[in-house]
């Protein structure tokens, strides 16, 4: 078993940055890649940035790109989400997941964390 917990949120004026931090607690034997999410209020969860188990491939959706990075630390068991020029519409909830080299389906899920964009 994988277990997720996300931290680093909080409120932000726009245009500030936060980082998200998404620790993974168990015996992580195995590879994963990674992903994090976000819900942002009344709306659905969708995938925002992606990342490989050795970091050789990543991927964001268009509204984060430039914006947002994604990174990771497999000797600290720690997948990282940098936010930089934040913008109201970027307030939800982050969650990062995981999931097995060749599947495609999300099997671990943190708890979330709250960010929020405002002045």
């Known amino acids: 078993q994988v277990q997720l917990v996300e931290s680093g949120g909080g409120l932000v004026q726009p245009g500030g940055s936060l980082r998200l931090s998404c620790a993974a607690a168990?015996?992580?034997?195995?590879?994963?890649?990674m992903g994090w999410f976000r819900q942002p209020p009344g709306k659905d969860r969708d995938l925002i940035a992606y990342i490989t188990w050795s970091s050789s491939s990543t991927d964001y959706v268009d509204s984060v790109k430039g914006r947002f990075t994604i990174s990771r630390d497999n000797a600290k068991n720690t997948v990282y989400l940098q936010m930089n020029s934040l913008k109201p519409e970027d307030t939800a909830v982050y969650y990062c997941?995981?999931?097995?080299?060749?599947?495609?389906?999300?099997?671990?899920w943190g708890q979330g964390t709250q960010v929020t964009v405002s002045s």
């Open positions: 168990g015996r992580t034997v195995n590879r994963y890649n």
């Open positions: 997941a995981a999931r097995e080299l060749g599947s495609v389906r999300w099997i671990y």
